[in-house]
Antibody, heavy 116, light 107 residues
Framework: QVQLVQSGAEVKKPGASVKVSCKAS????????MHWVRQAPGQGLEWMGW????????NYAQKFQGRVTMTRDTSISTDYMELSRLRSDDTAVYYC?????????WGQGTLVTVSS | DIQMTQSPSSLSASVGDRVSITCRAS??????LAWFQQKPGKAPKSLIY???SLQSGVPSKFSGSGSGTDFTLTISSLQPEDFATYYC?????????FGGGTKVEIK
């Protein structure tokens, strides 16, 4: 069965960077785009972008351009989302979600807390 | 960016009720509309894509309709496990955008 397992919670200081991983299993890793979505505490969902694990091509939301980098390591079926120059309003749960049949599998989420 | 507006933002309903949630796009998105269910502390779950196509394993009490700018998610007979927050999302153009959510609570 398809599984996406994300890395654990992080606490970062303002201005730092965070890198969240998403390890996939149960499907052809290079066959499907991986999206990243975040959710601030008590708030709605916000799409950040996707990566094509086969080509490495990315498509980022304009809001995050220049601060987000999505990469992949096909040898270990893992995608990464790195967000730099963190601010307090980047405190959120970050999810990966794969596009086998439109966002049908999600990771468990990674809480990133930005606090001085 | 395409703005997605859901209504109501919350509703109270009883077990067995028929419930409808609407989602309006700020411009036409054809049928590129998905619905998600989210329970507290959990990742969202995909229910519907293409405005009306049910994801595999999702019970038929969920249905979606609409095209263009106006869409509806209907739950035909609300059960205890359906109390959650529901989000619509457009995928007609980037950036993908979500509605603000509708929280379905027990009356």
């Amino acid at each position: 069965q398809v599984q996406l397992v994300q890395s654990g919670a992080e606490v970062k200081k303002p201005g730092a960077s965070v890198k969240v991983s998403c390890k996939a299993s149960g499907h052809t890793f290079t066959g499907y785009n991986m999206h990243w979505v975040r959710q601030a505490p008590g708030q709605g969902l916000e799409w950040m972008g996707w990566i094509n694990p086969n080509s490495g091509a990315t498509n980022y939301a304009q809001k995050f351009q220049g601060r987000v980098t999505m990469t992949r390591d096909t040898s270990i079926s893992t995608d990464y989302m790195e967000l730099s120059r963190l601010r307090s309003d980047d405190t959120a749960v970050y999810y990966c979600a794969v596009d086998l049949n439109y966002f049908d599998y999600w990771g468990q989420g990674t809480l990133v807390t930005v606090s001085s | 960016d395409i703005q997605m507006t859901q209504s109501p933002s919350s509703l109270s309903a009883s077990v067995g009720d028929r419930v409808s949630i609407t989602c309006r796009a700020s411009q036409g998105i054809s049928n590129y509309l998905a619905w998600f269910q989210q329970k507290p502390g959990k990742a969202p779950k995909s229910l519907i894509y293409g405005a009306s196509s049910l994801q595999s394993g999702v019970p038929s009490k969920f249905s979606g309709s609409g095209s263009g700018t106006d869409f509806t998610l209907t739950i035909s007979s609300l059960q205890p496990e359906d109390f959650a927050t529901y989000y619509c999302q457009q995928y007609n153009s980037y950036p993908l955008t979500f509605g603000g959510g509708t929280k379905v609570e027990i009356k």
